[in-house]
Antibody, heavy 118, light 111 residues
Framework: EVQLVESGGGLVQPGGSLRLSCAASGFTFSSYWMHWVRQAPGKGLVWVSRIKNDGSGTKYADSVKGRFTISRDNAKNTLYLQMNSLRAEDTAVYYC???????????WGQGTLVTVSS | QSALTQPPSASGSPGQSVTISCTGTSSDVGGYDYVSWYQQHPGKAPKLMIYEVSKRPSGVPDRFSGSKSDNTASLTVSGLQTEDEADYYCSSYAGSNTEVVFGGGTKLTVL
């Protein structure tokens, strides 16, 4: 079964850092581009970042550029999102997702909640 | 404000059909055949329903179909069932800089 499991969320103060992980299983992780998408409480989906299958290329939404870093360890079948200089507006459930076709996200993990508050 | 525009709500009775629109620009929806649709039930992760405008992943009922005309994509749900009640989001590839944009979501109510 193809599965993605996020971890690492929690409560952090403004200006703090957090690293999210996404453990993949049931497929050849090293063959797929991966993405992070977030959803603030009661709001819609917002794309955050993308990484190519071999880690050679990354992209970020303007709102997180320079603060967040996406990476992966294909030997550990794990995707990461390092989040620095966190702001209240970064509060959201963060989902990792595998790419299907050119730009479909399938499947998604269950999500991990990040709360930025003092 | 989301990059793609969706109606906030839609509704239909069981057995009826409903269509949800997703309007973008020539830089996203109109420029690429890379529109996806997601279903999200409360408290759950999104689920891919349609990708590349009209392709359906295995396991998604053929009651769900997608199409696109110019800068507007559409998701049609035929033969509405109570379990179709959920939020639906569209997304599109938007070029190498922006990469991915989402719509604001449409809450589908099955009356």
């Amino acid at each position: 079964e193809v599965q993605l499991v996020e971890s690492g969320g929690g409560l952090v103060q403004p200006g703090g850092s957090l690293r999210l992980s996404c453990a993949a299983s049931g497929f050849t992780f090293s063959s797929y581009w991966m993405h992070w998408v977030r959803q603030a409480p009661g709001k819609g989906l917002v794309w955050v970042s993308r990484i190519k299958n071999d880690g050679s290329g990354t992209k970020y939404a303007d709102s997180v550029k320079g603060r967040f870093t996406i990476s992966r360890d294909n030997a550990k079948n794990t995707l990461y999102l390092q989040m620095n200089s966190l702001r209240a507006e970064d509060t959201a459930v963060y989902y990792c997702a595998r790419v299907r076709g050119y730009n479909g996200f399938d499947p998604w993990g269950q999500g991990t909640l990040v709360t930025v508050s003092s | 404000q989301s990059a793609l525009t969706q109606p906030p709500s839609a509704s239909g009775s069981p057995g009826q059909s409903v269509t949800i629109s997703c309007t973008g620009t020539s830089s996203d929806v109109g420029g690429y055949d890379y529109v996806s649709w997601y279903q999200q039930h409360p408290g759950k992760a999104p689920k891919l329903m349609i990708y590349e405008v009209s392709k359906r992943p295995s396991g998604v009922p053929d009651r769900f179909s997608g199409s696109k005309s110019d800068n507007t994509a559409s998701l049609t749900v035929s033969g509405l069932q109570t379990e179709d009640e959920a939020d639906y989001y569209c997304s599109s590839y938007a070029g190498s800089n922006t990469e991915v944009v989402f719509g604001g979501g449409t809450k589908l109510t099955v009356l």
